[in-house]
């Protein structure tokens, strides 16, 4: 069988990341992967996996991805296109309708729609849950990566919940522990004087590292260190002079290898709005350094299962967050490997090879 994956970017989002992965699952069944972006650049370009092909459509950004898309459709033909994230998925659905003869086309969906369509600005984004309203019943398999996110599709684009799929991310623990021991030069943790919060995301509104920030404020012991890039870093970076943390809160920008930081941290905070199901926390399970999330739609609850594997907070709550960060740095997790295990790529291939193989 030979896959199409078909994704925005090689950027460091967390679901191009989670295709990457997949795609290094379907190569070890045997599978024929060609990675499929708009362009070639970014920093996961590293991480496209041995044996995947990378195919870069020289354009600069998804909207100009309908046309070359469909002439290597009919090129390479592909006997089945994988695709991800709502602006892709929709060209995607447009790309295997265009061919002869068509190619089926399974999308994946990683956000809650109905929040993030809620929260975006532009006029395509806020229309984000009638477009899928007309697209999802032209893809061949809908695939949501975690309950709550299968539910708000459902509910928002009136699709049946009962046609969509429901697989986790997967996470190569393995190979994650293992990038840990790689050497780590951030002072704070080379020379720990004081607990250390991390946080991993994109600085955007989506993360909420605004209350964060307010809240190692209310701190005075604690540092934070949150890595990432995004629009939002010079308003993050104003609320810090003004909160007098500059000593206490760093942003070291977007690190390819955040893992060394599981190892040496002692809490993992995600103060996130909304999410679809956040591969930080997962990859988070198997270290034992604490974890606050908040209970936001979708995903920390499922993964922390109801508070089990860590501390859950009200969404935008300061006094919230700085107290169950205050109770969580002091203390080391339990370990968790049952919570680790429907996040295993071997399971996470097999029923990805399952939806393909009944397409393709």
């Not at 995600?270 to 739609?297: K, N, Q, Y």
């Not at 700085?322 to 049952?338: H, K, M, N, Y």
């Amino acid at each position: 069988m030979k896959v199409a994956m078909v994704l925005p970017s090689l950027a460091g989002g967390g679901a191009q990341r989670v295709f990457l992965d997949v795609a290094s699952g379907l190569l070890s069944r045997g599978v024929t992967v060609d990675i499929v972006a708009a362009h070639g650049d970014g920093p996961l370009r590293s991480d496209v996996p041995d044996g995947a092909r990378l195919i870069a459509l020289d354009v600069s950004r998804v909207a100009l991805m309908l046309p070359p898309l469909v002439r290597y459709l009919r090129r390479a033909r592909p006997d089945v296109v994988l695709s991800c994230l709502n602006h892709t998925n929709l060209v995607s659905i447009a790309a295997g309708r265009l061919t002869r003869p068509r190619t089926p086309v399974v999308i994946t969906h990683h956000n809650h729609l109905s929040t993030s369509a809620r929260h975006k600005v532009a006029r395509r984004d806020r229309g984000m849950p009638v477009l899928l309203h007309f697209a999802l019943p032209l893809a061949d398999r809908v695939v949501a990566v975690s309950r709550g996110v299968a539910d708000d599709l459902a509910s928002t684009t009136g699709y049946p919940r009962s046609r969509i799929e429901v697989v986790y991310n997967p996470v190569i623990f393995d190979n994650l522990l293992a990038a840990s021991h790689e050497t780590l030069e951030h002072p704070w943790l080379l020379q720990k004087e004081a607990p250390v919060v991390l946080a991993i995301g994109r600085l955007v509104e989506q993360k909420d590292f605004e209350t964060l920030i307010r809240a190692i404020a209310l701190m005075p012991e604690c540092r934070l260190i949150i890595l990432g890039e995004g629009e939002r870093r010079p308003m993050l970076e104003r609320l810090v002079t003004e909160l007098k943390l500059a000593d206490r809160v760093d942003l070291p920008g977007f690190v390819s290898n955040p893992f060394p930081y599981f190892r040496a941290a002692d809490t993992l905070a995600l103060s996130s709005r909304w999410e679809g199901l956040p591969t930080v926390l997962i990859e988070a399970l198997p270290f034992d350094l604490s974890i606050v999330a908040t209970d936001c739609h979708s995903g920390p609850r499922e993964i922390l299962e109801d508070g089990r594997w860590g501390r859950l907070v009200p969404v935008g709550d300061v006094a919230a967050l700085a107290g169950a960060l205050t109770d969580a740095v002091t203390e080391r997790a339990q370990p968790r490997s049952e919570a680790c295990a429907r996040y295993d790529l071997a399971e996470v291939t097999e029923r990805y090879l399952d939806l393909l193989s009944a397409n393709g």
